[in-house]
């Protein structure tokens, strides 16, 4: 049925929002992450990208998380000898973690999200209504 | 299917399968509203759909002459493609759009529904129940 199939794919929405949220939790939790060793590289931004599927099964284009990618941008030196990931010329290599970027992308992954939650309710409006036709 | 012997039932059947395919197409927009290169869909207008189907466009005039005026305003084109903003990624959903097409087929949904009960309240009041 169509509206199952509506919930479906709001659902399939939610989940893909609920997976890039999730990497910019790591990304956020890890943007003082540096390496353990002298001249080791330290946390690398991940990226999500998406992609829309269609489920053979049931003909619905459903999205979802393509590749959570890393990020190829340079990493930030600091001139700090005393760090313990400081290498020979006293440069340690801090993630390119972007604090302002990952908190705009939140902001729009929880917009997707509400939006696809709206449709979702919406949708069960629609089945409730329909249901009670029967009355 | 001939124009006087389609029921309300009927219609309001269609329109609910309609208005259920169209759900299920703007969700499928507004799930995939961060997708790379993903076009808004929408379906066809309901009138073209009926008029395909039963050869007459539900409750507007028919234009039985060429020299008569037409009774309603020309409908809007395919609905297919958007005109809106383009994110740089190539999406081009608006989700403003989108949601207010939802609220659109909600009371659409509303509508035909209250029609529907009301109909059969009729029946029921001619059976004496």
Same mark, same amino acid.
Do not use: C
């Given at each position: 049925?169509?509206?199952?199939?509506?919930?479906?794919?709001?659902?399939?929405?939610?989940?893909?929002?609920?997976?890039?949220?999730?990497?910019?939790?790591? &990304?956020?939790? &890890?943007?003082?992450?540096?390496?353990?060793?002298?001249?080791?590289?330290?946390?690398?931004?991940?990226?999500?990208?998406?992609?829309?599927?269609?489920?053979?099964?049931?003909?619905?284009?459903?999205?979802?998380?393509?590749?959570?990618?890393?990020?190829?941008?340079?990493?930030?030196?600091?001139?700090?000898?005393?760090?313990?990931?400081?290498?020979?010329?006293?440069?340690?290599?801090?993630?390119?973690?972007?604090?302002?970027?990952?908190?705009?992308?939140?902001?729009?992954?929880?917009?997707?999200?509400?939006?696809?939650?709206?449709?979702?309710?919406?949708?069960?409006?629609?089945?409730?209504?329909?249901?009670?036709?029967?009355? | 299917?001939?124009?006087?012997?389609?029921?309300?039932?009927?219609?309001?059947?269609?329109?609910?399968?309609?208005?259920?395919?169209?759900?299920?197409?703007?969700?499928?927009?507004?799930?995939?509203?961060?997708?790379?290169?993903?076009?808004?869909?929408?379906?066809?207008?309901?009138?073209?759909?009926?008029?395909?189907?039963?050869?007459?466009?539900?409750?507007?005039?028919?234009?039985?002459?060429?020299?008569?005026?037409?009774?309603?305003?020309?409908?809007?084109?395919?609905?297919?493609?958007?005109?809106? /903003?383009?994110?740089?990624?190539?999406?081009?959903?608006?989700?403003?759009?989108?949601?207010?097409?939802?609220?659109?087929?909600?009371?659409?949904?509303?509508?035909?529904?209250?029609? %529907?009960?009301? %109909?059969?309240?009729?029946?029921? /009041?001619?059976?004496?129940?």
């Amino acid at each position: 049925m169509d509206l199952d199939k509506a919930l479906r794919i709001s659902a399939s929405g939610m989940q893909a929002q609920t997976t890039r949220l999730r990497v910019i939790a790591e &990304n956020l939790a &890890n943007q003082d992450t540096t390496g353990g060793k002298p001249g080791a590289d330290p946390y690398r931004r991940k990226t999500v990208s998406f992609a829309d599927q269609v489920d053979r099964a049931s003909g619905e284009t459903l999205v979802r998380v393509k590749k959570v990618g890393a990020d190829k941008a340079a990493f930030p030196q600091r001139y700090d000898p005393s760090h313990p990931a400081a290498d020979a010329k006293g440069y340690v290599s801090t993630p390119n973690v972007n604090s302002f970027v990952e908190v705009m992308d939140m902001r729009e992954a929880q917009r997707s999200y509400s939006a696809n939650l709206q449709v979702m309710q919406v949708t069960r409006g629609l089945l409730t209504r329909a249901i009670e036709m029967l009355k | 299917m001939n124009p006087p012997q389609i029921g309300l039932f009927d219609l309001a059947e269609q329109r609910l399968k309609w208005l259920g395919a169209r759900q299920g197409v703007l969700a499928t927009n507004v799930a995939n509203a961060d997708t790379p290169n993903w076009k808004a869909r929408d379906m066809q207008p309901f009138s073209a759909v009926l008029a395909r189907q039963t050869a007459f466009s539900a409750g507007s005039p028919v234009q039985t002459n060429s020299m008569h005026l037409p009774g309603t305003a020309s409908p809007i084109a395919g609905g297919q493609t958007l005109r809106g /903003e383009h994110a740089p990624d190539g999406n081009q959903v608006s989700l403003d759009q989108q949601l207010e097409k939802i609220a659109q087929t909600d009371s659409d949904h509303e509508a035909v529904t209250a029609i %529907y009960r009301r %109909y059969v309240g009729m029946f029921k /009041e001619a059976l004496g129940r």
